[in-house]
T-cell receptor, first 115, second 115 residues
């Protein structure tokens, strides 16, 4: 059974600081997704990582994937209050080289950025 | 263009009643997914559709849960004889294809409360 674990589950940051959220998963996969969820809202896609060593950046967020270590990271640079949200990673298990998009989600990391 | 829409946005029902939740995917998207989000279980995959067929129903919690999709578009998730543990937010997502790395676009969800 695939398990996806995020660390930390709660993160309180000061504005301007850097931090990293970790996502570990237990089964081979090369398809890793990051989503953001604001309180009371649905999930917004941030990144799709599709190969070992993949790195994607958008604004103050950068995501990377190490399939050998079964680890993805979401790095936050110079945090601002608008980044406060819950961040989820999700893993898609390939089947015979095709993907059917059955995502297994981590527990979520609740990020709060303070002035 | 329009995103994924779901109705109703909120539903309160009594234990033992049946409920129907509706999902309208993004126009042209062939793949449709149902997930459930609850405090105790996090985000869980329920079922997905490729066109009108559902190749993977493995996530449905019990035989009280069923889903269908007609015309390759609208999908309905039905919960019969609701129980209090069914209380959760039911999220629908769609993607253009069931293809490696396709982003899933999520709807706003239906918040179900079973009294």
């Amino acid at each position: 059974e695939l398990k996806v674990e995020q660390n930390p589950l709660f993160l309180s940051m000061q504005e301007g600081k850097n931090y990293t959220i970790y996502c570990n998963y237990s089964t081979t996969s090369d398809r890793l997704y990051w989503y953001r969820q604001d309180p009371g809202k649905s999930l917004e896609s941030l990144f799709v990582l599709l190969s070992n060593g993949a790195v994607k950046q958008e604004g103050r967020l950068m995501a990377s994937l190490d399939t050998k270590a079964r680890l993805s990271t979401l790095h936050i640079t110079a945090a601002v209050h608008d980044l406060s949200a819950t961040y989820f990673c999700a893993v898609d298990i390939s089947a015979g080289g095709t993907s059917y998009g059955k995502l297994t989600f981590g527990q979520g990391t609740i990020l709060t950025v303070h002035p | 263009g329009a995103g994924v829409s779901q109705s109703p946005s909120n539903k309160v029902t009594e234990k033992g009643k049946d409920v129907e939740l509706r999902c309208d995917p993004i126009s042209g998207h062939t793949a449709l997914y149902w997930y459930r989000q609850s405090l105790g279980q996090g985000l869980e995959f329920l079922i997905y559709f490729q066109g009108n067929s559902a190749p993977d129903k493995s996530g449905l919690p019990s035989d009280r849960f069923s889903a269908e999709r007609t015309g390759g578009s609208v999908s309905t998730l039905t919960i019969q004889r609701t129980q209090q543990e069914d209380s959760a937010v039911y999220l629908c997502a769609s993607s253009p294809e069931v293809f490696p790395g396709e982003t899933q676009y999520f709807g706003p969800g239906t918040r179900l409360l079973v009294l």
